[in-house]
């Protein structure tokens, strides 16, 4: 918001210049300038001289509705009704400005109509804003001015004062004055009370002692001495911390330190918490931005927590940090190439140890945090592309993390390298659809546990997984038969690793270990051929008209069948150099295994496939759609989706010795009633039987054999989620029906404002017609009252597979689900209620539940935020001013979930 200075009267003295120069070269009759053909009576001046030469720097506009009085007697100047000066871009406008240069003193008051209301009073506009006063006084000499109650505006308050008095550099001396951000001037629902008080326009405001008033009601909170910032302009300054306590951590004194406003492009905040019971916590924020270049902020977070007394059992301290980063760039400032960052870094423990009073739902259900630097490049005209990440991810329940530093991929877009340039006729030859492509990656990646990774030259040797892989992809479309899509491709891919391991068999450990490890340069290739095709199968069916009438028109079912066969040779073949095996003797079966291995295993780009690969791969898709006749058009139809999606694959290998079929896979989705509902499954063709020593094996026998099942379901997913609300049961209107006009009603006064509005207002509002958001005029003209609200429910059911059961020969599975809830209500247009919850049919517990109630108390706010149940159990109670300036005018109460029994099991 921009801060509105108070007046600066010093241009009134122009006016006196101006009245000097006109009144003695002015020739007139009579006293009275007559009105214009508008019936306003308006002059203006450009330049005028008398005695002394005087030069203005515009031309000066003045007008008034009632009259203008020139007297060369006493030396005044009046402008009555409306009256008007613009000088520049300063405009003074009042029911009467006069002006008495005798006195060097100008005048600016309003009148009262009949009903005593005062009208006209003074106001003055410029740049910056406008303001308001009741009478003004001011001495051109001087330059000081007594102002009778003034109302201006300083940054985010309001200050009215009974009188004010101008003194030398634009400073304003106020007594019993009301400073508040609630935009009722006359009556604020709060102000603190300035006995005394010195303002700056732009800058700040100075009091003495000082009260706050609540509702008319004086309170026993006095401020001796307080600074106000009012400057249009953000500026450094310290920041007050906030206070309460815990029962683990003990008082505390938190949030408080240091702004640094460093100049338009950046600022940086300092903070720091400290507790009674020795835990203390620093955070350091910045926030940047250059217009149409880049923008982004920047947060570290590290926090000591201390639990108990030393020397006692359940003494503990911890020590966490957080890192997040968010960068962007503006799209328009380099098309070609692009910087972006996004990193949630934080030791696993963080989010635990230090939640917050107010629980984050989004960080309680969260278990996983990731993060990605990226910066890409493109060749415009060319087909070439460049992109640079580095990767993260933690799971904060066991602390593992994923790093990847750095991940180069370089691209080359399709290419089509025997398309002719000139081609003769319009038939193209087949191998001009022949299209190449180029893929290259280069990766450095790690995968262990928080507390040991290591950036160490030892542990990039051991620990880290690197290489680079290439990737050439050959494919051509060809059109057979008319219905049919061809589909060759050719796949060769080369990986270059930079160690192989060499492995053996210890008899002292009964392991198999890693006996050698060679670093150099190791170059790991394999290709595969593959040929597919598809097409559409289009059905249609008539229902009997005898049972849906004339109402349905059709039902169209569209097939898409796809067959593929793909051939990939035995890599484990010695002449290809990259697997080996070795044989051992095993103590605990009395047996000699052998064992076989590659050199490359747990490679970052795995390694070639072991055994040949003749795979035919089957898939079906399947939609159906139905076409119906539309209530609104006789003569018009629509299509309603019966089934969005029913796909069903599988695939045979044909080389392989036994278990040739993979399982059948089987995904749909469907919408009904507005509501999409996905679901799918696994089926396993073969048996399972069980070893000599019990343990479960799947055979190469069909299920129906085996198990008396034509196909045994592993895995099946249904979700499905729908938002109602308000409005949803309600009968749609017809096109063709008109709403009738309803004319727009005044706001009603809300029952906490009411109080404070003058009895004047009262009476006027009274005359008025009222309204409500929860009141509306309906067809008949009646009020109907609507209280809006919304609910979402989503639902998750999946199969879970529990222990094998020997007398069904297959594992018992049971069926789990997660339901959840959301949802908010508007009893009123300023009370809000908002409640999420859930609940799990495994564990048969509920999930993290929230209620929140909001009240808009016009220039306050109240907040409830309660978690009845589980482990964050609290509560926290605010209501506080809104405005940010004076957000520390509150009173909060609250619990910590950090202080419930448990919490840290």
């Not at 951000?181 to 629902?189: E, K, R």
């Not at 109240?862 to 926290?876: A, D, H, I």
Request: proline share 4%.
């Amino acid at each position: 918001m921009i801060n509105r200075k108070i007046i600066n009267i010093s241009f009134i003295s122009v006016l006196f210049w101006i009245a000097s120069i006109i009144m003695p070269a002015l020739s007139f009759a009579q006293e009275t300038v007559p009105p214009d053909s508008t019936g306003q009576q308006t002059d203006t001046i450009s330049q005028k001289q008398h005695g002394t030469a005087m030069m203005l720097d515009a031309e000066v506009k003045y007008e008034a509705k009632d009259s203008i009085k020139f007297g060369i007697a006493n030396g005044k100047m009046i402008l009555y009704g409306d009256a008007k000066i613009e000088y520049e871009d300063i405009t003074l406008s009042a029911y009467t400005i006069e002006l008495d240069l005798d006195s060097s003193l100008a005048y600016a008051y309003g009148t009262v109509d009949s009903l005593g209301k005062e009208t006209g009073l003074p106001l003055y506009q410029d740049s910056e804003g406008e303001y308001q006063m009741r009478k003004l006084k001011y001495n051109f000499q001087t330059k000081k001015a007594l102002i009778e109650h003034i109302v201006t505006e300083q940054n985010e308050g309001y200050i009215v004062g009974s009188r004010a008095k101008k003194i030398e550099n634009n400073v304003y001396c106020i007594k019993n004055a009301r400073y508040s951000t609630c935009d009722h001037h006359d009556h604020p629902h709060f102000y603190l009370n300035l006995t005394k008080a010195k303002v700056i326009p732009g800058k700040k405001i100075i009091t003495g002692p000082a009260y706050l008033v609540v509702e008319d009601v004086k309170l026993p909170i006095i401020v001796p001495f307080a600074i106000i910032p009012s400057t249009q302009t953000y500026s450094s300054g310290f920041i007050l911390p906030s206070y309460g306590e815990e029962k683990t951590r003990g008082f505390f004194l938190r949030n408080g330190g240091y702004y640094w406003a460093a100049n338009d492009y950046f600022d940086v905040t300092l903070t720091g918490d400290i507790y009674s019971k020795g835990s203390w916590g620093s955070h350091f924020s910045t926030k940047y931005k250059k217009r149409y270049k880049f923008g982004g902020n920047f947060n570290l977070n590290y926090i000591v927590n201390v639990y108990s007394e030393k020397d006692l059992p359940d003494y503990k301290k911890t020590k966490d940090f957080s890192i997040t980063w968010s960068h962007r760039q503006d799209p328009k400032s380099n098309p070609f190439q692009s910087f972006s960052a996004s990193v949630n870094f934080s030791t696993s423990s963080y989010d635990h140890n230090n939640v917050n009073s107010i629980v984050d739902p989004n960080i309680v259900a969260r278990s996983t945090k990731r993060s990605s630097i990226s910066y890409s490049k493109r060749w415009p005209g060319r087909p070439f592309n460049f992109s640079a990440n580095l990767l993260h991810s933690q799971n904060s329940r066991d602390t593992t993390i994923d790093l990847t530093i750095p991940d180069f991929t370089f691209t080359v877009n399709r290419l089509y390298p025997f398309k002719r340039k000139n081609k003769i006729g319009n038939k193209e030859r087949f191998y001009e659809k022949i299209s190449l492509s180029y893929t290259g990656n280069m990766k450095n990646y790690v995968h262990t546990k928080e507390k040991d990774l290591s950036l160490s030259t030892e542990s990039l040797r051991e620990d880290w997984k690197n290489g680079v892989m290439h990737s050439v992809p050959m494919a051509m479309n060809l059109k057979v038969l008319k219905y049919f899509t061809l589909s060759p491709s050719f796949n060769y891919k080369e990986r270059w690793y930079f160690k192989s391991i060499k492995k053996g068999w210890d008899e002292q450990t009964q392991e198999i270990v890693a006996t050698d490890t060679t670093g150099g340069f190791h170059r790991v290739w394999d290709y595969s051929f593959g040929v597919g095709t598809s097409t559409k199968i289009y059905t249609f069916y008539k229902p009997w008209r005898k049972l849906f009438g004339n109402k349905i028109e059709a039902i169209r079912h569209v097939a898409t069948p796809s067959i593929s066969l793909s051939y990939r040779p035995d890599f484990s073949d010695p002449k290809y150099g990259y697997y080996d095996w070795f044989e051992y003797y095993d103590e605990k079966n009395d047996e000699i295994v052998k064992y076989e291995y590659s050199y490359y295993d747990n490679a970052i780009y795995g390694i070639p496939g072991r055994g040949k690969s003749g795979n035919i791969g089957f898939s079906l898709g399947n939609t159906f759609e139905m076409k119906v006749r539309s209530d609104k058009d006789t003569t018009g139809f629509k299509k309603i989706k019966l089934l969005e999606s029913l796909n069903f694959s599988t695939s045979y290998n044909m080389l392989a010795d036994s278990l040739n079929w993979s399982r059948i896979t089987m995904t749909g989705r469907t919408k009904i009633l507005g509501t999409n509902i996905n679901f799918g499954a696994y089926f396993n063709p073969y048996g399972i039987d069980t070893l000599d020593n019990g343990s479960p094996v799947v055979v190469d026998r069909s299920a129906l054999k085996t198990n008396g099942k034509l196909l045994r379901m592993e895995n099946m997913n249904l979700s499905f989620g729908f938002d109602i609300n308000n409005k949803t049961f309600k009968r749609k209107k017809n096109d063709d029906e008109e709403e009738p006009e309803v004319e727009e009603e005044q706001p009603e006064i809300d029952p906490l404002d009411e109080a404070m509005v003058s009895e004047e207002d009262r009476l006027m509002q009274m005359t008025q017609p009222k309204g409500n958001r929860n009141l509306k005029a309906g067809n008949d003209g009646y009020a109907k009252f609507e209280m809006p609200w919304s609910l979402s429910i989503n639902f998750t059911s999946y199969l879970l597979r529990g222990d094998f059961n020997k007398e069904k020969m297959d594992y018992d599975y049971s069926l789990s689900a997660d339901i959840s809830l959301t949802g908010k209500l508007s009893l009123t247009p300023k009370w809000n209620i908002t409640a999420s919850t859930g609940y799990n049919f495994e564990s048969k517990s509920i999930s993290y539940t929230n209620i929140g109630v909001t009240r808009d108390l016009h220039c306050w706010g109240m907040r409830l935020n309660l978690v009845p149940v589980g482990k964050y159990k609290s509560y926290f109670f605010s209501i506080s001013v809104n405005s940010s300036l004076l957000k520390d005018l509150k009173y909060e109460k609250r619990s910590h979930p950090r202080d419930n029994p448990g919490f840290y099991d």
